[in-house]
């Protein structure tokens, strides 16, 4: 297939390195000249432009810039007169605002979806082959959705390896404010309390170990795209945070009250939940 | 040296593999009889007993045990005749509490230590040797503790390997309620927030990832260990619980207000101190 993918960064570089190896004939768009160039010389498109134009010849494209470009490159393929037979499939990290916005009124053969396949770092260099294998894929058709779009998206994402899971926009952006953007939230807000108390910061510092490492991973991340979590899934992540800070103060008052007994059946309770959680 | 260990699960097991190696003969004692028989299996120590009694040889002991353990082992150590000119340590991981216990009046030749060397798992088949190469290993002498008993050990720390550092418990515990136990409550309570929407916990679960994975590892661990934390470092981890939750509300008004430019600053500024809290 010809296969066209607008944003050449971490998934769209490694989306184009699985499906050209797929013997598919990748068009690559980026705002940078030199971006889709370097796209062209590592291999990971055939053929690149700045332009959307080039996208004329594709039958599939992926959409894999930040959120709030997806619409706008949309609206930028129809106008340049791209088939709207072409399906178009993006990889944000929410899906409700964005499925909304584009299907079916900007783009009819639109199927939403979202690669579960995150590193540390970002950007072209960083794309791989196979980095999508037994990574979660999801995607978010909604009753105007064609059929045979979805079918077409489908094959793709398997031929990648990755595990496809369907559901609605909603349920997906409720399950991952939990998994995905909550822990952000909770994360950051980690690393903004050890800042304020300026005294016990150099000790801390050298006594920090892997325990703290991993809690403040995600909170020290991508201050681009936290953000833009939070935007567009704000009333899922709010729903999420409210619940968090019950609990948290769950834990707060029991300490208050010296009640040991319930913290440690509590982190029992954790203990178990955690392990079936992440057994899957 | 003759150097005894109470409590051999994995600090006290390493310790014995390590101290062992470096030509010293190690008195084990345990609870259990086929735990001391089977760290002699192991080759973790030289001799071993339920009793500790067997530590009259010692030069220095090791309480390797359970933090409400300590103060109790140290009372038998006293009363069945062992010199008062042998040097005690422990290895727990809140120190204020448990030295204002047993120094000076208790045992006045002890030293509090805190080796921050900890594993996922727990118990003498997980020691391994050179746990505590480049690992922090704090200790916490006070204004009675003698010269001598400091640098004895202070010169086994430095012996394993690890960083030493020294200061006052009272300034260890409130640098371990940042990064080590404010993290067990952080990372609970989002495990314990993810289990209460029973309707998307199955899709949850399978989207769940590095991300989540890492951020609640510390609040699904050992639960004894957590709420003895909790217990032992009361006002420290109380203190760090208040300011967090003032860095959660500040999250939580700022998507309210819907000011995404504030939350990115945020992470931008998080980003910068995590790599520099973390580069150390």
Redo the contacts between chains.
């Keep these: 297939m010809n296969i066209g993918i607008v944003g050449l960064g971490l998934i769209g570089g490694s989306l184009g390195l699985d499906l050209r190896s797929l013997d598919h004939h990748i068009l690559g768009v980026s705002r940078q000249e030199q971006t889709w160039q370097r796209a062209k010389e590592l291999q990971t498109i055939d053929a690149g432009s700045v332009n959307v134009e080039i996208l004329k010849d594709a039958e599939i494209i992926f959409i894999c810039t930040p959120i709030d470009k997806i619409e706008p490159e949309i609206k930028k393929i129809k106008e340049c007169g791209v088939s709207e037979k072409v399906i178009i499939t993006d990889v944000g990290s929410v899906k409700k605002e964005i499925v909304d916005r584009i299907a079916p009124e900007l783009w009819r053969n639109f199927v939403g979806g979202h690669p579960?396949?995150?590193k540390a770092e970002s950007g072209l260099e960083v794309a791989e082959r196979n980095l999508f294998v037994d990574?979660?894929y999801?995607i978010t058709p909604v009753e105007t959705t064609p059929n045979e779009a979805i079918l077409v998206v489908e094959e793709i994402v398997r031929s990648l390896g990755a595990?496809l899971?369907r559901?609605s926009p909603e349920?997906?952006d409720?399950?991952?404010a939990?998994?995905?953007h909550?822990?952000?939230?909770?994360?950051?807000?980690?690393?903004?309390?050890?800042?304020?108390?300026r005294e016990?910061l150099e000790?801390?510092?050298?006594?920090?170990?892997?325990?703290?490492?991993?809690?403040?991973?995600?909170?020290?991340?991508?201050?681009?795209l936290?953000?833009?979590m939070?935007?567009y899934n704000?009333a899922e992540?709010?729903r999420?945070?409210?619940?968090?800070?019950?609990?948290?103060?769950?834990?707060?008052d029991r300490?208050?009250q010296?009640d040991?007994?319930a913290?440690?059946?509590?982190?029992?309770?954790?203990?178990q939940?955690?392990?079936k959680?992440?057994e899957?």
């Design positions: 579960m396949a995150g990574k979660p999801v595990k899971y559901c349920a997906h409720r399950a991952v939990w998994i995905s909550l822990p952000v939230m909770v994360s950051g807000s980690l690393i903004a309390a050890c800042q304020t108390d016990s000790l801390a510092q050298k006594l920090a170990s892997s325990g703290f490492r991993d809690t403040s991973r995600v909170g020290g991340g991508n201050p681009q936290g953000a833009m939070a935007k704000r992540l709010l999420s945070l409210y619940q968090y800070r019950q609990n948290l103060d769950w834990f707060i300490i208050e010296k040991w007994e913290i440690e059946q509590q982190l029992q309770k954790n203990n939940a955690r392990t959680f992440l899957v």
